[in-house]
């Protein structure tokens, strides 16, 4: 590919990126969905943009997932890895091993013979790494118990990997060897290949070694030499160079260099670099991670598909229906929540990119038809492109019938008390509101509907319940007959509405408080009818603020007249333009109003105020003024 070629390549890329992705997003579809749609819009049986060289920018664009478990790998400590070691080796290993063994039984029974069979059930087993993570990180779910446990399973599929490699040519037909040494080059096997087992064994495990090793004695020394020249681009090139090292001494070993990498990532995550890195390799990893996604829907072979229409799609949605419900049995028997599972079984529903490398080995080696494997592509294709909207539907349609259900795997506690104020939700934020109540000898009941976060807090002594609130029963049951205030201390603005309209119906006396995330839950919950709504960035920002107002030698009693001041505008804002918010143009008219208006009446409240206010407030900075002394035991007596 000469120059031209190859900017007229990046310029279609980068353009149906550009111009896919936002759409996507404004739809609410995902930033992966519009990846896909642009590859297939682009793509060969598209507009015909780009063609054959699309499967090299698939091999190429397969470094961002690396880089991915890279980042990962920096957001997770040593122990909790080892923490997550059961549901890694145990929930992983099931579901391989009982995906394999199923997807190989229904591919003997039409028609392929036990090898093929066997290669085909391996194949399927595993997932998109991908999509799933960067789908999962969109929507903010990574650090569920779906979530996790959907990366555990992922990880395991990545060590999988292995040791799917080296079946595959024992499985050959002809048995003559020729397919190990034509497709070894490409991932680092041949010369390890050629050694004993137990040398074999060393090496990959030396291999590892040296990345943990040399992680924390060698890397962060050198990171921290090249941090001393305070050039920035030789430190995203050493951050690249790190990542690329490992991975080519991943592959060398025959290991996959998503794992060396992940590994390399968790002895770093309690790196004083660790946020440097992330920061340089956050940019490179979406791009390469953006064409890959691309590169998968040009990949999509469209006459394959509408030759053999009712076969490809039936095996789709076969694979799919198979693949969820193994994977709900298997997040059933490890006591997922029902929403939590439904998440976890649709998100590993699909296949993974791993599929165009071991059809390609096992086709090289005779042990597939090509017949066989280029439907089967078309079909992984397919599953990985389908995954945004089974996430979507799991989002949209099934969460909001099932999320609230979690009583069904744990009965909800006996509540024998009643107090004045009831308390949905003890997290960070509902934990200090009750802490705060009980100083003031005020006593609340308190519940919440994860059940995990109930079991810790009684073990920290505190009385919690558990159960939904947004169940009238578990409401009369905790008091609410009698009680004088709801405070609403989760999260999902969504739930906080349902929870306060069962509320309003059935004890209409209750004053409702409500916790909104930001701004825009805030216009959700105001919407809904709610007026003592409470965001959790609002109250931390002021406080800043006014701190930074006395930094800069304010008065203090006027820095807090100003906080004050700016909230009660904030309020009313918040207020009128819920209203308004679904017409643009006159929310941003009224909003632009609002900020001029707000600074007009801080502005004038300062010309006019009374500075000798301030004194019983600020008598420091008023002996600074004056040039009076300090008593250094102002205060002490």
Request: net charge negative; aromatic share 8%.
């Amino acid at each position: 590919m000469h120059g031209g070629e190859f900017f007229f390549q990046a310029f279609i890329y980068l353009s149906a990126a550009v111009v896919a992705v936002p759409i996507a997003k404004r739809l609410g579809l995902g930033s992966v969905l519009g990846y896909l749609i642009a590859g297939v819009i682009i793509g060969p049986f598209g507009l015909g943009l780009i063609g054959e060289e699309g499967q090299d920018v698939l091999h190429f664009a397969e470094f961002g997932v690396v880089m991915m478990l890279f980042l990962i790998g920096l957001e997770l400590e040593p122990t909790r890895v080892w923490r997550m070691r059961s549901s890694i080796l145990g929930l992983g290993g099931l579901q391989v091993t009982l995906t394999a063994a199923v997807l190989s039984a229904i591919a003997m029974s039409m028609g392929l013979d036990w090898q093929a069979a066997a290669v085909v059930g391996m194949t399927l087993a595993l997932s998109s790494t991908a999509i799933v993570m960067q789908t999962l990180s969109e929507k903010g779910l990574t650090g569920t118990a779906g979530g996790q446990s959907a990366f555990s399973v992922l990880l395991f599929q990545d060590l999988a990997v292995i040791p799917m490699l080296a079946v595959i040519p024992l499985l050959a037909v002809g048995a003559d060897g020729r397919g190990v040494t034509e497709i070894g080059s490409g991932h680092g096997v041949v010369w390890i290949e050629s050694l004993a087992g137990w040398a074999r064994t060393l090496v990959v495990l030396g291999a590892v070694a040296a990345v943990i090793v040399g992680g924390r004695f060698v890397v962060r020394p050198a990171f921290r030499l090249i941090a001393r020249t305070h050039q920035r681009e030789i430190f995203t090139a050493a951050a690249l160079l790190l990542v690329i090292g490992i991975a080519l001494l991943m592959d060398q070993v025959g290991l996959s260099p998503a794992l060396g990498t992940f590994v390399a990532g968790v002895v770093l995550a309690n790196s004083e670099y660790r946020h440097e890195l992330e920061v340089e390799i956050e940019p490179i990893k979406g791009l390469l991670l953006g064409l890959f996604f691309i590169a998968v829907g040009a990949s999509i072979d469209f006459a394959l598909i509408a030759t053999s229409l009712s076969i490809v799609l039936g095996l789709v949605v076969g694979l799919i229906a198979v693949k969820a419900v193994l994977l709900f049995i298997l997040g059933k028997g490890f006591r997922l929540g029902l929403d939590q599972n439904f998440l976890f079984s649709l998100a590993l529903a699909e296949a993974g990119e791993f599929a165009f490398v071991l059809f390609s080995f096992a086709r090289q080696n005779e042990v597939v038809a090509q017949s066989v494997t280029d439907l089967l592509i078309a079909v992984v294709a397919l599953t990985m492109a389908l995954t945004p909207l089974l996430l979507l539907f799991n989002e949209r349609v099934l969460q909001p019938r099932v999320g609230t259900r979690r009583s069904e795997e744990r009965v909800a506690d006996v509540i024998e008390e009643e107090n004045p104020v009831i308390i949905v939700g003890f997290g960070n934020f509902g934990s200090v509101i009750g802490r705060l109540l009980s100083a003031n000898g005020i006593s609340s009941t308190v519940l919440d509907y994860d059940s995990d976060r109930v079991d810790m807090l009684r073990r920290l002594g505190l009385k919690v319940f558990y159960g939904d609130a947004s169940r009238s029963s578990l409401l009369e049951a905790a008091g609410a007959a009698n009680a004088k205030l709801l405070i609403v201390a989760i999260g999902d603005s969504q739930k906080t509405l349902r929870l306060a309209q069962t509320a309003r119906k059935h004890f209409p006396h209750l004053r409702i408080l409500a916790r909104a995330a930001g701004r825009y839950e805030a216009y959700e919950l105001t919407e809904g009818g709610l007026e003592d709504v409470y965001r959790d960035t609002l109250d931390s920002s002021l406080r800043m603020g006014v701190d930074a107002l006395r930094l800069l030698d304010v008065r203090a009693y006027h820095a807090f007249r100003s906080a004050r001041t700016f909230r009660r505008h904030d309020e009313e804002s918040v207020r009128e333009l819920a209203l308004m918010r679904h017409d643009r143009k006159t929310y941003i008219d009224t909003a632009r109003q609002r900020i001029s208006d707000l600074e007009e009446l801080l502005l004038s409240d300062l010309d006019g105020h009374d500075e000798m206010v301030d004194v019983g407030w600020d008598a420091e900075s008023m002996r600074r003024e004056f040039g009076e002394p300090r008593n250094e035991d102002d205060g002490c007596s």
